[in-house]
């Protein structure tokens, strides 16, 4: 990933879809926004308790600075499903200036549709961006633990298939900033869920000798792209832990669940 300044706010973007010039993407930080403590600053979610107002503040913010207006951005009520929605002309706009409207029951969203940008908002969980090179179709996906093993990246490769005829070979995927498996410590609740999602294959956790677990979202949404016929050579994984990074990033974990969203989003120019 590469860190550049627009209009003097910090954005960061995934070097696998950065030279595309029929694309805009970005990866938005916690920083250079109007929210206060604990969302400071650039919160871009509504449904996290802070002010609508700041926060509709920071969309505007990073819509100037991405020079693509407000109205064209998209987001959906994530709820750690595996839905993924087809976009249309009429939907542009749900979700960008409140939680209401935004998309409901969704974690994952495809469009090839110019002009409308669409945007996931996560604090620890993993940002999934797509786009097919030939057939001009983009994506987005929110995976934590629980849409991971519910398989969102896979459906949402599916669903590129069947409604846009798309070639896992022409697709491109940005993993970005995560809970990385340095700090994603999980119990043994959750180990038995990934265990009966993934057939009992233990490479995707990690045993310590005091017996903790720690879980790799970034390999297991990457295992998904590769099963569902991505070259390895078509995913980047940003390797940044939003944990170890909080400064930078929002972390649910570090912050102790009372935090922000930062946004990815990607759009057909």
């Known amino acids: 990933m590469i860190e550049r300044h627009l209009n003097s706010l910090p954005l960061w973007f995934l070097e696998n879809l950065l030279n595309h010039r029929e694309i805009y993407h970005f990866i938005s930080t916690r920083v250079g926004g109007f929210s206060n403590p604990p969302y400071d600053s650039l919160n871009l979610g509504f449904h996290v308790g802070d002010n609508p107002e700041l926060v509709l503040k920071n969309r505007e913010r990073l819509a100037t600075a991405m020079k693509i207006p407000l109205d064209n951005f998209i987001t959906a009520r994530q709820v750690h499903n595996s839905n993924v929605a ?11 200036f409140n939680f209401d409207t935004a998309i409901s029951a969704t974690d994952a969203m495809v469009t090839d549709t110019p002009n409308i940008c ?4 996560q604090a620890d969980c993993v940002p999934l961006l ?16 629980k849409g991971t093993v519910r398989v969102v990246a896979q459906n ?5 298939k069947e409604k846009f005829n798309c070639s896992p070979d022409d697709i491109l995927v940005g993993i970005g900033p995560a809970i990385g498996p340095c700090c994603y410590e999980i119990g043994p609740e959750v180990v038995i869920q990934i265990d009966k999602a993934f057939h009992n294959k233990r490479e995707y956790i990690n045993e310590t000798s005091d017996g903790k677990h720690y879980f790799n979202l970034w390999e297991a949404n990457k295992m998904q792209l590769v099963q569902s016929g991505i070259p390895e050579k078509n995913i980047e994984i940003a390797k940044i832990c939003t944990y170890c990074n909080h400064p930078v990033f929002f972390s649910y974990r570090h912050q102790q669940r009372e935090t922000g969203r930062f946004g990815a989003g990607i759009m057909l120019k």
């Open 118 to 121: 669409l945007m996931v908002l």
């Open 156 to 160: 949402t490769v599916k669903v590129l």
């Open 86 to 96: 087809v976009i249309t002309e009429e939907l542009k706009g749900r979700g960008a």
């Open 130 to 145: 797509f786009f097919d090179l030939k057939k001009k179709v983009i994506g987005v996906a929110h995976a934590g633990w």
